[in-house]
């Protein structure tokens, strides 16, 4: 046949010796390899990332980028009168408002200086497994090293971040992300508000609440001086360093639109919010 390997060896149909079977072996193994190569089946990991640029491609795409940079770090937080210890993404609780609109390109960068991993996970929003923020999918940020999260958001809505580790979200490292639909209509003001039941510094702590929780034929643990809130002035307490900082390109036209905020996070006071100047 056209294209098959050839042998030198000549076969006798009424007499095979060994060396012909042989011989018959090779021919054979050869064929089968050239058919082989010539047809390569992908691996499974080629074939989930290609369907990962598949989908990646078709979500909408504005050109616009919105960076920011969030650093995860123990702080002092003025809750109203006591100044407490606890976890926050730079110097407040909740995090700074991260705001997008469809289709904008979210490039967040998140320095771990926690004394353990963490992670940053995007609640409600379709991104991709491996900028989720959660294990196995996306590995957790080591203590001390930096991560970068890229990835498209595809809806508008109200969502919020927080980390997929521990109790790292219920005690203060959390903020809104706001994702804007430049064809919905401008409001005049918008209150972004964040709830959280908050009991850290005030009472007993996560940890000792989780350990209740978690063995309930036991003893209520309870609270330990540590989570007993300090009388520091809040103009005393120790602040952290550069807050984290967020650039956005709203939709042009004025305040963005008002949303329905779910229960997520901490503010006693809802404060009114104005979108930013519209940027090109």
């Not at 058919?35 to 990991?45: F, R, V």
């Not at 609780?93 to 609109?101: D, E, F, H, K, T």
């Not at 940053?120 to 090293?145: K, L, Q």
């Not at 809130?229 to 120790?238: F, M, Q, R």
């Amino acid at each position: 046949m056209p294209g098959q390997p050839t042998s030198d060896v000549t076969f006798d149909r009424t007499r095979l010796t060994r060396r012909g079977f042989m011989a018959a072996g090779i021919a054979g193994g050869l064929a089968l390899t050239a058919c082989s190569q010539t047809k390569p089946e992908p691996s499974g990991s080629a074939r989930m990332a290609a369907a990962v640029d598949a989908a990646e491609a078709a979500r909408p795409h504005s050109g616009r980028t919105v960076t920011a940079t969030l650093t995860s770090q123990p702080v002092q937080i003025d809750l109203g009168g006591p100044v407490v210890r606890t976890l926050a993404f730079g110097d407040s609780i909740p995090g700074p408002v991260l705001r997008a609109s469809i289709g904008d390109q979210v490039v967040v960068t998140v320095k771990n200086r926690l004394d353990h991993p963490t992670s940053v996970h995007w609640h409600g929003i379709a991104v991709r497994n491996d900028m989720d923020g959660a294990e196995p999918a996306t590995p957790n940020i080591a203590a001390g090293h930096d991560f970068t999260y890229r990835f498209s958001v595809p809806n508008s809505g109200t969502y919020w971040a927080h980390p997929h580790t521990g109790l790292d979200e219920d005690t203060g490292l959390y903020l809104p992300v706001i994702v804007d639909d430049p064809t919905e209509g401008n409001y005049d003001a918008e209150w972004i508000v964040v709830l959280d039941d908050w009991t850290d510094g005030v009472g007993k702590s996560p940890q000792q609440l989780y350990g209740d929780l978690s063995n309930p034929n036991k003893s209520p643990m309870p609270a330990t001086s540590e989570t007993t809130p300090t009388t520091t002035p809040a103009s005393e307490a120790s602040t952290s360093e550069t807050s984290p900082t967020t650039s956005t390109s709203p939709a042009p036209g004025g305040p963005g639109p008002r949303r329905e905020v779910p229960a997520a996070a901490t503010s006693s006071v809802a404060t009114p919010e104005t979108s930013p100047t519209p940027t090109t």
